[in-house]
């Protein structure tokens, strides 16, 4: 978070903080009277969302940015960098509500791709159709257990399918598909960002690999 100017030894605080101790902080900062409680509090919400992922302390980051740019003289030594902070929010926001509403409903879907019902015709080689049955497998094993393992196992594996599976084949729209349902499945469980982007990227050229004649 190098665009918030937070001494580090506060940000080492903050981040060893609960939850719950980090919004109780941020209401006593509800209506700063200078700069720095001001950003202390865009701060501490902007971390809850890096945490938990909910919209609600984003939104809260974002209002009292707003706020803050508003009363920001036109010439402030700081103005510009406290326009990139609610640009970047904006930003976030953006991409969490286009990721929510789009992104992993689609990849949710009961009608899209499933492991078992995914169709491998027999010209793939029979240690892929192997390892699509074991990740079949692990993933019915997560759903009814809630394991994480089961899930870290079924991604890897997904990955080794996937890198054995040549660019031009008719199933590796499928297998991404597939790919980003467990990634999906693995964000909604941990909240990585990492695997919110890796889903989305993983929804996009499953898209692209999509046969042009291919029919919903």
Request: hydrophobic share 40%; net charge negative; aromatic share 10%.
């Amino acid at each position: 978070m190098e665009m918030f100017h937070v001494e580090p030894e506060m940000a080492t605080l903050f981040h060893s903080m609960s939850n719950e101790d980090l919004c109780s902080l941020a209401e006593l900062q509800e209506d700063p009277g200078n700069d720095v409680p001001i950003e202390l509090y865009i701060f501490t919400y902007f971390l809850l969302f890096t945490r938990t992922f909910s919209a609600n302390y984003l939104e809260r980051a974002i209002q009292r940015t707003q706020r803050w740019v508003a009363v920001t003289g036109l010439d402030h030594p700081d103005r510009a960098r406290r326009f990139q902070i609610l640009d970047r929010m904006l930003a976030w926001m953006n991409k969490f509500t286009y990721v929510y509403k789009e992104i992993l409903p689609a990849l949710m879907d009961e009608g899209s791709p499933t492991f078992s019902q995914a169709a491998i015709s027999n010209d793939v080689d029979t240690q892929i159709i192997h390892q699509r049955q074991e990740v079949d497998r692990l993933i019915r094993n997560y759903e009814r257990t809630g394991i994480i393992e089961d899930l870290n196992k079924a991604f890897a594996i997904m990955e080794q399918i996937l890198d054995m599976t040549p660019q031009g084949s008719v199933h590796r729209a499928s297998m991404l598909s597939n790919f980003g349902v467990i990634l999906g499945k693995r964000f909604e469980r941990t909240g990585s960002m990492d695997d919110l982007n890796r889903a989305v990227d993983a929804a996009d050229r499953a898209a692209n690999a999509t046969p042009q004649d291919h029919s919903d």
